[in-house]
């Protein structure tokens, strides 16, 4: 019955990732037309279902728990405990795991270095629109306050 009963979860574990890695997916096309409300519904949603993945993770551990009747056990430590039929079906769940999840990760680095390049190309978009003054040399300062103006991002004058 502990048996099942892990099986399960690992099952919907794994469907979890999966519907999240989907998510991630779309994240990628929304960071790429800089969908800013996309983007922070995406996030909301990706929250409801880390959540569920925690709540997932906690049964899935008391379910190796009562198999094992070892509170911090191990996937291979509950396989070493089962029949062949049950223990393939274990061994099946726990690799297409493991590939679901690194896909995920693949994924999501994907989605921080776009963010990143986006945040450099605001960056310097802003570093052109208002460049910083140049420091000279070094001078005295209670001359330098005097003569030292502010720079405005538009010119009055012109």
């Known amino acids: 019955?502990?048996?099942?009963?892990?099986?399960?979860?690992?099952?919907?574990?794994?469907?979890?990732?999966?519907l999240l890695l989907e998510l991630a997916v779309k994240k990628t096309d929304v960071i790429k037309k800089n969908d800013m409300d996309g983007l922070d519904q995406l996030l909301?949603?990706?929250?409801?279902?880390?959540?569920?993945?925690?709540?997932?993770?906690?049964?899935?551990?008391?379910?190796?728990?009562?198999?094992?009747?070892?509170?911090?056990?191990?996937?291979?430590?509950?396989?070493?405990?089962?029949?062949?039929?049950?223990?393939?079906?274990l061994l099946s769940l726990q690799s297409t795991l493991h590939e679901t999840i690194k896909r995920l990760k693949e994924q999501n680095e994907l989605n921080q270095q776009l963010i990143y390049q986006s945040l450099q190309f605001v960056n310097l978009n802003l570093s052109m629109i208002n460049p910083q003054p140049e420091q000279p040399t070094y001078t005295h300062p209670?001359?330098?306050?005097?003569?030292?103006?502010?720079?405005?991002?538009?010119?009055s004058q012109a």
């Open 1 to 18: 019955m502990a048996a099942h009963k892990l099986i399960d979860v690992l099952d919907k574990l794994d469907r979890l990732h999966m």
């Open 44 to 89: 909301k949603d990706e929250q409801k279902f880390v959540a569920a993945i925690h709540t997932m993770e906690q049964e899935r551990q008391r379910a190796a728990a009562v198999l094992t009747g070892n509170s911090e056990s191990t996937m291979t430590e509950c396989i070493a405990k089962l029949e062949a039929n049950e223990k393939n079906a």
């Open 142 to 155: 209670a001359r330098s306050s005097a003569q030292h103006k502010k720079q405005s991002m538009f010119d």
